[in-house]
C-alpha cells in the first residue's frame, strides 16, 4: 500500500506540507483555523487541488485571522463566492464564517480554539467526530479526523518509518497521550 509518507517527499506542493506541517501540533488559533477551513474545503476534491490554492485561501480569508473572518458580512460573502483563485462553494464559505464565530466564542469558553481541543483530549475518533458534528458546520468523519491527525491530536499522520513521524514524536503531539 502507498502511503503519503512515499508520495509526498519531494513532491512541489505535498513535499514542504508532509515534512513541516502535516502532524505537527500547534497551539496557534490562525494554523488551527487554516487548517479547519482548509479540510473542509478538500471535501469532494484533491489535496493537491487545496494545497495549489492555498495562498489564495490565505489572502481571501485575510491569514485565518479568526476575529477579522467572523466579522465577514454579506459583502464578504459574495467576494469570496467571486473568488475564482478560491474553491467557491457556497456552503463551504459559510460554514468558513461561521465556524470563526464559534471559535471566537471559544476564546471566552476555553480561553480557544487550541485550549478548547485539549480540554476534550483524548477522544477517540467517533468521539471528536460526534463533537466536532455539534460544534462545527460542514464537518464529518473525514474532515474531522483529518483535521486532528493534521495537528497531531489523532496519530496516522506518518508511518512509523518516516523520518517526519520521529520529528513529530519528538514534539509529544497530544496523540502520544492517548
Not at 508520495?7 to 479547519?36: I, K, M, N, Q, W
Not at 496519530?155 to 519528538?170: E, M
Request: proline share 6%; glycine share 10%; charged share 20%.
Amino acid at each position: 500500500m502507498t502511503t503519503y509518507c512515499d508520495t509526498a517527499p519531494g513532491h512541489p506542493f505535498h513535499g514542504s506540507y508532509h515534512d513541516t506541517e502535516y502532524g505537527f501540533p500547534s497551539a496557534d488559533e490562525a494554523v488551527l483555523f487554516e487548517r479547519l477551513v482548509l479540510e473542509i474545503n478538500q471535501a469532494g476534491l484533491s489535496w493537491l487541488t487545496v494545497l495549489r490554492k492555498r495562498a489564495a485561501f490565505k489572502a481571501a480569508f485575510e491569514g485565518f485571522d479568526v476575529e477579522r473572518v467572523a466579522g465577514y458580512g454579506d459583502a464578504d460573502r459574495a467576494r469570496l463566492l467571486g473568488d475564482a483563485a478560491i474553491i467557491r462553494n457556497r456552503l463551504k464559505v459559510n460554514a468558513a464564517i461561521e465556524n470563526a464565530k464559534r471559535i471566537l466564542a471559544m476564546r471566552a469558553s476555553h480561553g480557544g480554539f487550541g485550549a478548547w481541543l485539549d480540554a476534550h483530549h483524548p477522544l477517540d475518533k467517533p468521539a471528536w467526530v460526534k463533537l466536532f458534528k455539534g460544534t462545527f458546520l460542514f464537518t464529518g468523519g473525514e474532515i474531522t479526523g483529518e483535521f486532528l491527525m493534521s495537528t497531531g491530536y489523532l496519530p496516522g499522520a506518518h508511518v512509523p518509518d518516516c523520518p517526519i513521524y520521529r520529528t513529530i514524536a519528538r514534539l509529544d503531539p497530544p496523540w502520544r497521550h492517548s
